[in-house]
């Protein structure tokens, strides 16, 4: 069984993580996950306080073992959601688009891990300063917001950066490329785009078909004008909204464009107006099957393609 740092750190069975996705990573799958023997994180999004409160309580009825809470620090809640996972003593708090220094302190006093998503060796080193417990290495190829390197060219460069635990994401979904990250440096995965065809996952029947159907050139990229790039599914909105960044309109128009996208992608199954988010690895990810059946076969896989790495060397 694979054991490394960061089981040891957080007490889990597995070093899978499920990454945190706004609108899709609820109580539910995250207490699957975590029973499955991974870390389950439950999204905060642009959402609400009261919901995230919500959904750790309703996480907490489904599972004794440990999970976590993303947080996206540009959300306006960033300051009430932080009390929150204080105050509910969440075991980790992963966090993205910004800097949760102001709140470390609090979070550490809490028991709490802090595990930032970093995209640059720069950043990765910071966290450490900041007492982080470990990064998440997230490469290009991941969905939703992304950084410009990718997983491949990141990973081992944060690891050589610092000394804390490294967990590689980004084009993550099988057992190869789990091992690829552990021979990379990292001690830990994450994967988003897997757990989308979970069973527990809630996004519409709209949604899970075009992840099980997606080819190898199903994903592109927009979003870099107004400097935050986003990867998702191709789709008519993600077509227009490109012809869109290449317009004259306003950059607040720009912006008017993507509100709610999400939602209708996840919530209503809208093919024409949502915005499905996902990462290059969509086109590996082929059927449905328990969140529990997906954290076990990529840990077994990963394990079983690195002890026989030695049949490719004569």
Known sequence: MLVTPITELLGIKYPVFQGGMAWISDGKLAAAVSNGGGLGIIASGNAPASYVRDEIRKAKSLTDKPFGVNIMLLSPYADEIADVVAEEKVAV??????????????????????????????????????????????????????????????????????????????????????????MLGAVGIQMGTRFLSADECSISEVYKEKILKASDRCTMVTGKRLGHPVRSLKSPFSRSYEKAEYSSISDDELEALAVGALRKAVVDGDNENGCFLAGQVAALVNKSESAASIVKSIAEDTEKCLKGASKWIR
């Open 93 to 182: 708090v992963t966090t993205g688009a910004g800097n949760p220094q102001k709140y470390m302190k609090m979070w550490k006093e809490a028991g709490i891990k802090v595990i930032p998503v970093v995209a640059s060796t720069a950043i990765a080193k910071l966290m450490e300063r900041m007492g982080a417990s470990a990064v998440i290495a997230e490469g290009g190829e991941s969905g939703g917001h992304i950084g410009e390197l990718t997983t491949m060219v990141l990973v081992p460069l944060i690891v050589s950066s610092v000394s804390i635990p490294v967990i590689a994401a980004g084009g993550i979904a099988t057992g190869e490329q789990g091992a690829a990250a552990f």
